[in-house]
């Protein structure tokens, strides 16, 4: 049996909301804990909470939040994907869970899905407070792989049209909108596949979550890297990835596996999806399994 405990906490002026999902059963003394950060653009009731009631289940406290400008978090402007914002959000709420009292601060991991696998990378290469890091159907952007892949034009020319975006805010003082996902032919960040049979269907459906992102959101995408992080991630590791997955190349997991500088697990799951591992149980019972596991033996 799980409890849910809704909680905030103040980050760069800011109100931030998360819900801290806590075993019933009370163990004698402090216990280690877990921070679960979900993949963009979600909020914690979706993913997120779907792992912290599994993991908390197995005994761990764990704790979902909304990044600032998502969900019911304060953050202007409204749902941009902000790198440096997410990671300053994901410090703060490590301080939220060390000063908990039946919380032991020594043994606090992070765990991320699909983009919130790389930011949790990221997050446990700069916060020597955290424990352990685990990564579940991970999107790990490399920005040297990705300018190699779209060669060297490519890359100039898409980052000078992705960057015309924010100029644009700039003169306009407006910031612009598109839908998260659309099908295929839309004007939409995302379009058609697994992503948008996830999104634009009920399979997504939250009070919180709405389908639209800033428009400058491809320029952040063309200029983010949490990959080159993993050189610095010491402590435990552990990467859950299926062995086929269209949205995150399962290359991109051996190469962030291939880089942690601490002892590491790569776990393949025999499955052919990415969006499975946020609603399917054939994706979702595996990967807890393995991350309980490495959670028992790690904190």
């Known amino acids: 049996m799980v409890t849910r405990r809704n909680i905030r906490f103040t980050v760069d002026g800011l109100s931030l909301a998360g819900t801290l999902h806590e075993p019933d059963t009370r163990d004698a003394g402090a216990r280690p804990a877990v921070l679960v950060a979900g993949p963009s653009p979600q909020v914690k009731e979706q993913v997120p909470d779907t792992y912290a009631v599994r993991i908390a289940a197995a005994g761990f406290p764990a704790l979902t939040i909304d990044f600032r400008g998502f969900g019911e978090s304060e953050g202007q402007p409204r749902l941009r994907e902000m790198p440096a914002g997410k990671l ?4 703060a709420a490590v301080s939220f869970l060390a000063a908990q009292p039946d919380i032991d601060a020594d043994r606090i991991a992070i765990v991320g899905i699909c983009a919130g696998a790389g930011y949790a990378l990221k997050a446990a290469a700069q916060d020597p407070r955290l424990a352990a890091f685990a990564g579940i159907a991970g999107f790990y952007p490399d920005l040297r792989t990705l300018r190699d892949a779209m060669g060297e034009d490519g890359y100039r020319a898409a980052l000078r049209q992705a960057i015309e975006v924010l100029a644009e805010e700039d003169r306009t003082g407006e910031v612009g909108y598109l839908p998260h996902v659309g099908p295929i032919g839309a004007h939409a960040l995302l379009q058609g596949g697994e992503v948008y049979e996830f999104y634009g269907s009920e399979r997504a ?24 992080a993993a050189d610095l991630v010491g402590v435990p590791a552990l990467i859950v990835h299926g062995e086929k997955d269209g949205a995150c190349p399962p290359e991109r997991a051996v190469a962030v596996h ?35 596991d490495f959670l028992d033996k790690s904190l």
């Open 88 to 91: 300053a959000d994901l410090r």
């Open 205 to 228: 459906a939250s009070a919180n979550y709405r389908n639209e992102i800033t428009a400058d959101t491809m320029y952040t995408m063309l200029t983010l890297d949490t990959a080159t």
């Open 258 to 292: 291939d880089r942690l500088a601490g002892p590491a697990r790569l776990e393949w799951l025999p499955v052919d999806t990415h969006i499975g591992f946020y609603d399917d149980e054939a994706s979702i019972g595996p990967a807890i399994a393995a991350l309980t």
